[in-house]
């Protein structure tokens, strides 16, 4: 079957600007996460969703950093008043299970440049 | 604070020759611990998840080992479309993220 899917692949931003990015999870995933990837780093944990609840938003940097997942499968991730420092790498994942305790299957990410 | 550091930074083999990449992780109270490769312009393609101390998995050339203070990815034979970045990452009963590290970015010549 199909994978985590993302769109826009790559976005370019002018500073100041906001940003939608799209998340489609295997069908039928309870959970879901979203990561943030600089360059030559490891994934770092933003927010994570059970179904349509938002349960662990603790990772977002600011309150220019919001998430939604409304019907419990494709989720937005938006941020507000782009600023250089969000250019990186946003990775979705997906995962059967709802306690978050097991693999999770990452999309192909979101390249955002903000310049 | 849970940690999770990688060793080494980058690694060079040339086929053949086998290696182990490092995962040296602080937790309190692992849940599981995940390695992924990580292709260029990709997402991270989960390998394996170790659950507790003593327990080990393979998958064709790569063997994952896991102690109550590190991981060890063992790839045996490396040929060059094993060349990605690996990366490790725990989860601790506490919360629902993957802690990873910065990865280890193996090349490997033909």
């Known amino acids: 079957g199909a994978g985590v899917s993302q769109s826009p692949r790559y976005k370019v931003a002018k500073r100041g600007q906001d940003v939608a990015l799209r998340c489609d999870p295997i069908?039928?995933?309870?959970?879901l996460f979203w990561y943030q990837q600089a360059l030559g780093q490891g994934p770092e944990f933003l927010t994570y969703?059970?179904?349509?609840?938002?349960?662990?938003k603790s990772g977002l940097p600011s309150d220019r950093f919001f998430a939604e997942r409304p019907e419990g499968s494709v989720s937005t991730l938006k941020i507000q008043r782009t600023q250089q420092e969000d250019s990186a790498v946003y990775l979705c994942?997906?995962?059967?299970?709802?306690?978050?305790?097991?693999?999770?299957?990452f999309g192909p990410g979101t390249r955002l440049t903000v310049t | 604070e849970d940690q999770v550091t990688q060793s080494p930074e980058a690694l060079r083999l040339q086929e053949g020759e086998s290696s182990s990449l490092n995962c040296s992780y602080t937790?309190?109270?692992?849940?599981?611990l995940f390695w992924y490769r990580q292709d260029p312009g990709k997402g991270p393609e989960f390998l394996f998840t170790?659950?507790?101390a003593g327990e080990e998995k393979e998958k064709e050339r790569l063997k994952a080992t896991l102690t109550k203070k590190e991981s060890f990815l063992h790839i045996t034979a490396p040929k060059p479309e094993d060349s990605a970045t690996y990366l490790c990452a725990v989860q601790a009963y506490s919360n629902n993220d993957m802690r990873f590290g910065a990865g280890t970015r193996l090349t490997v010549k033909p």
């Open positions: 069908s039928g995933h309870v959970s």
């Open positions: 994942a997906s995962s059967s299970t709802s306690g978050a305790t097991y693999e999770q299957y």
């Open positions: 937790v309190s109270g692992l849940r599981g």
């Open positions: 969703f059970q179904n349509e609840a938002q349960l662990d």
């Open positions: 170790l659950y507790s």
